[in-house]
């Protein structure tokens, strides 16, 4: 077989999900069940509806992974963000999650996370010029 390589920084959308695809496929093939589900919790502002907080996460392999979680400038600092994510934390206790994890950077405000029972269990130094990136979980199950 000859092999030719090519390189681009903005891929045809088509082509990521034949790659994912294929790679959805081949884990399916070892993993029986494998699959995610989506959640979201959204906090709206009730003058006008427009989202002021929310988190996107993952649930899938047994694991809830926070995708996103954002809160508007004017609502941080009132619990906004620990409300969802206790709350997200329980949607995956229901679904039998193990532990929840994440990722943020040294400029999110990782103690947050730490301050409500996440730990980090990497870290990428010098992402981004000086900063980091923490890649942190939270066991939801007692480990035996």
């Not at 090519?6 to 884990?27: C, Q, R, S, W, Y």
């Not at 990497?122 to 007692?142: N, R």
């Amino acid at each position: 077989m000859n092999i030719h390589i090519e390189t681009g920084v903005a891929p045809d959308a088509g082509i990521i999900e034949f790659l994912e695809g294929k790679l959805m496929a081949h884990n399916r093939e070892k993993i029986p069940g494998y699959a995610y589900e989506n959640a979201i919790l959204t906090v709206r502002d009730e003058a006008d509806g427009d989202p002021a907080a929310g988190l996107h996460g993952q649930i899938g392999g047994g694991w809830f992974y926070v995708a996103s979680l954002w809160v508007r400038k004017g609502c941080r600092g009132q619990g906004i963000g620990k409300g969802l994510l206790t709350c997200a934390e329980e949607l995956a206790r229901k679904k039998n999650c193990t532990g929840a994890y994440l990722y943020t950077y040294s400029f999110q405000n990782p103690g947050f996370y730490e301050r409500l029972g996440y730990e980090i269990f990497g870290t990428l130094p010098h992402f981004c010029g000086d900063g980091a990136k923490y890649y942190m979980k939270k066991m939801l199950i007692k480990e035996e």
